[in-house]
């Protein structure tokens, strides 16, 4: 499977600031996409990242609070913007390698503390 | 709404003991059913089944599902404390690129 990397692994924020995170993969994959973690919760999705075009958000995500990028096959970045207490959580960034399967892989996780 | 559901939510053993884990679901349109164990913050892939009746097995992990009675249990057997994590179930939807995760058994292995 490939190996991911996401950056920072965590960081603590000031409400109305902004925060990216970047996922980087060592092999071109098809898909990437951006989960939320929220505490004590199951794993939410928020946004298919696409390579070269807009996001596909899932219902109750949108791209001016989670400005999306894919600029190419092994790299995407998820901006959470204006943040508040309640965006606390863990995001993961997830690769899926082929059109044949669902497997997704994760990566290791940016854990995201606003105070 | 899709939905996955998963018994118990947490469960302690001691070193040794066989755990089954339980995953039921009510989807519109399923596809396949996938298995992740998470430490810390990663997930990661345990096995991903499509069909009713076969099982899986890695080691000491099996898994089956059962697509008339929309359930999969994965079971661990001689448990260490190794095992000791968060084991989420998802869904995998036709039609769509989205994963529904349900919220995870918290499994503790004493030694």
């Known amino acids: 499977s490939a190996v991911i990397s996401q950056k920072p692994s965590r960081d603590i924020c000031q409400r109305g600031t902004s925060l990216t995170i970047q996922c980087q993969v060592d092999?071109?994959?098809?898909?990437m996409f951006w989960y939320r973690q929220q505490p004590g919760q199951s794993l939410t999705l928020i946004a298919t990242?696409?390579?070269?075009?807009?996001?596909?958000?899932e219902s109750g995500f949108v791209i001016d609070k989670f400005p999306i990028s894919r600029p190419n096959l092994t790299f995407s970045t998820l901006t959470v913007s204006n943040m508040s207490p309640e965006d606390s959580s863990i995001y993961l960034c997830?690769?899926?390698?082929?059109?044949?399967?669902?497997?997704?892989?994760f990566g290791p996780g940016t854990r995201l503390t606003v105070l | 709404e899709d939905k996955v559901v998963q018994s118990p939510l947490s469960l302690v053993v001691h070193e040794g003991d066989t755990v089954t884990l339980n995953c039921s679901y009510e989807v519109t349109n399923f596809r396949s059913l996938l298995w992740y164990k998470q430490e810390k913050k990663a997930p990661t892939f345990l096995f991903m089944l499509?069909?009713?009746?076969i099982e899986k097995k890695s080691g000491r992990l099996s898994s089956i599902l059962d697509k008339k009675e929309l359930f999969s249990i994965l079971n661990i057997t001689a448990t260490q404390t190794g095992d000791s994590a968060i084991y989420l179930c998802a869904v995998a939807l036709g039609g769509s690129e989205k994963l529904v995760f349900g919220k995870g058994t918290k499994l503790t292995v004493n030694p």
């Open positions: 499509t069909s009713s009746g």
């Open positions: 997830s690769v899926r390698q082929g059109a044949l399967t669902d497997t997704q892989y």
């Open positions: 990242a696409n390579q070269g075009s807009e996001a596909t958000y």
């Open positions: 092999s071109q994959v098809t898909m």
